[in-house]
């Protein structure tokens, strides 16, 4: 993969068929991402067998639009990715979780992660979220991203996950309203 910055990047939602054809591009990043010791829910060592599995086991939330996965296609293919997981939940339809947001390690530090991120809320909105939430490992440069990017932090869980070789660290949580909006606050009882 080559360094680009976000304007040489093509962000688009990948459909069904593209998301079965670009598993194995998936699974690069997703490798590049645990390898670079990214905390995105693996351990190492993960190669990029294990990664199309786990890619492929997404085809069936891919396929029924419960999962949207966005690849960010630059000079070296596929060097950035989210995904959004809508909540089918009567209760809950009015948000969604962003996963997965990884930018390969020889494109960062040109503003793709910023760019991702604002389609990632843009396309949250779109699809009629107005709440959508996150988790991250707790001082990664991930974290920092989403601060500056006006995410609301509403706790740490200490311990919450291993990072790639194993150790465990705290995950930090945020929030963004997608309204603009304040929320109302909670009836005094």
């Not at 993969?1 to 998301?19: G, K, V």
């Not at 995105?40 to 639009?65: H, N």
Request: net charge neutral.
């Amino acid at each position: 993969m080559t360094s680009a910055d976000s304007r040489t990047h093509s962000i688009t939602a990948l459909s069904a068929e593209q998301f079965r054809d670009d598993v194995q591009d998936l699974a690069a990043l997703l490798a590049d991402a645990v390898d670079g010791n990214t905390s995105v829910g693996f351990l190492a060592p993960f190669g990029r067998d294990e990664a199309a599995a786990w890619w492929a086991a997404q085809q069936p939330a891919v396929d029924d639009g419960s999962l949207t996965v966005w690849a960010a296609r630059g000079p070296g293919g596929i060097e950035g990715t989210f995904a959004l997981a809508l909540n089918p939940k009567p209760n809950s339809r009015h948000r969604a979780e962003l996963i997965k947001l990884m930018v390969h390690r020889a494109a960062r530090g040109r503003g793709l992660g910023r760019a991702l991120l604002a389609t990632a809320e843009r396309e949250a909105a779109r699809a009629g979220a107005t709440l959508l939430l996150l988790d991250t490992e707790t001082d990664s440069p991930a974290e920092h991203l989403y601060r500056a990017a006006g995410w609301t932090h509403y706790g740490t869980v200490p311990g919450y996950a291993a990072d790639p070789a194993g150790t465990l660290r705290p995950c930090s949580f945020y929030f963004k309203n997608l309204t603009g909006r304040a929320p109302a606050p909670p009836p005094i009882r």
